[in-house]
């Protein structure tokens, strides 16, 4: 099957393909939302069915190489320099400590490796640092991933050329409510960013976080832009926001668990060709609502005791509901 065609609808309908779209509107994306569950989670799942494994799941460890201080005002981060979280700035690591890191993140089972900076946007002598910290862990035979803010044309073609595979840029939110969280950097900034990615030929990771005070209409927003950029970005992480004690979220309305569910599942079924991320906030998420994301087509997470700054489960317990699950990491052919 070309890969651009995607088998639609529910097994009964499994003949009929149809065409990868990027043509959501709103409304059809409100219309998936408002599906009954069980409807939701059958249909996502039978698409899930087409394109992957459905007992396999990707696994990326994180590790933050520029912590803290940051001069953005993101109403959600631990990191910015706007609020005072207790968190110590540091400096941007050397690249032997970050393959140290690399190399035991592989020896646990993790293929990719994720490196994020807390920058509005990389410094041209410290963009040098993090190509040989990709190259480093290409050579390891991992793939790897940054998130180091905005990038321009030039830069987005240097780390291209260093071997990287994948840029995390989320969009967090709806455009609507964008405002709310963040008043240093523009959502069409973002767009852009993501656009030098996409042409310096790396994969996008983009996605966004539940829990920033949005309401269903922003959630719809938030997948619809997703689903609607040219190319669907290849990793898409859902992160439920991490409260923070400090930063301006920390008494945001919690998420309700199956509206979280509800958006896994229509992200699946708006991009069913790309790798749905169930990203940070899995600390706070009961065995039983990580399963039933695996059943709305997440199928790749975060390893490793840490997220960027705050935790993430024990290797312990994620190893337990893999074998409980009948889950397996899944193994990725990395070229250099
Ligand atoms: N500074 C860079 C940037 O913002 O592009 C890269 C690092 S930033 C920490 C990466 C992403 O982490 C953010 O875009 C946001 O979606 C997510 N994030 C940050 N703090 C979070 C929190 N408390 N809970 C959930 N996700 C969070
Ligand atoms: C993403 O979407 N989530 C990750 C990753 N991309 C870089 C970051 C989550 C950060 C959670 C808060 C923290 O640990 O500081
Ligand atoms: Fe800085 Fe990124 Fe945190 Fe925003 S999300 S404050 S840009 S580290």
Redesign the pocket.
């Known amino acids: 099957m070309p890969d651009n065609v995607v088998m639609e609808g529910t097994l009964a309908q499994a003949a009929a393909p149809a065409t990868i779209r990027n043509d959501w509107t709103r409304e059809q994306v409100a219309d998936l939302f408002a599906m009954p569950f069980m409807d939701l989670l059958f249909k996502a799942q039978t698409l899930h069915r087409q394109y992957f494994d459905a007992n396999e799941v990707q696994i990326s460890t994180l590790l ?1 190489i520029k912590t803290g201080g ?1 001069p ?1 005002d ?1 109403g ?4 910015s320099a706007s609020f005072d979280t207790g968190l110590k700035a540091s400096k941007l690591m050397e690249v032997e400590k970050v393959l140290e890191e690399a190399r035991a993140a592989k020896e646990r089972g993790a293929s990719r490796f994720c490196m ?5 946007s990389p410094k041209d002598r410290d963009l040098d640092t993090v190509c040989a910290m990709i190259e480093g862990v290409k050579s390891l035979g991992m793939e790897s991933c940054v ?4 990038l321009r044309p030039e830069q987005a073609t240097k780390l291209k050329e260093a071997g990287l595979d994948y840029y ?3 969009l ?1 939110t709806s455009p609507e409510h964008y405002n709310n969280i963040i008043t240093t950097r523009t959502y069409q900034e ?1 767009l852009d ?1 993501l656009d030098n990615v996409r042409n310096a030929g790396i994969n996008v990771c983009c ?3 539940l ?1 920033l005070g949005e309401d269903r209409e922003d959630r719809v927003g938030l997948i619809q832009t997703l689903a609607s950029l040219p190319k669907h970005p290849e990793s898409v ?1 859902i ?6 004690k400090g ?1 301006s ?1 920390d008494k945001a309305e919690e998420v309700d668990p199956i509206e979280f569910v509800r958006t896994i599942a229509v992200a699946r079924i708006t991009m069913p060709s790309s790798a749905v991320r169930l ?3 899995r600390e706070d998420m009961s065995d039983e609502m990580q399963a039933l994301c695996f059943l709305a087509g997440a199928n790749s997470i975060f390893y490793g005791e840490r ?4 935790v993430n489960p024990a290797q312990e317990r994620d190893m337990k509901l893999f074998d409980r699950l009948g889950l397996r990491p899944m193994q990725v052919e990395v070229r250099e």
């Open positions: 933050s940051c953005e993101c959600y981060c631990p990191q994020g900076a807390a920058w509005r998130t180091l803010g905005m995390n840029h989320n967090d973002r960013t996605g966004g976080i829990g992480p992160n439920l926001l991490v409260k923070v930063t979220l990203s940070a906030g997220l960027l700054t705050t």
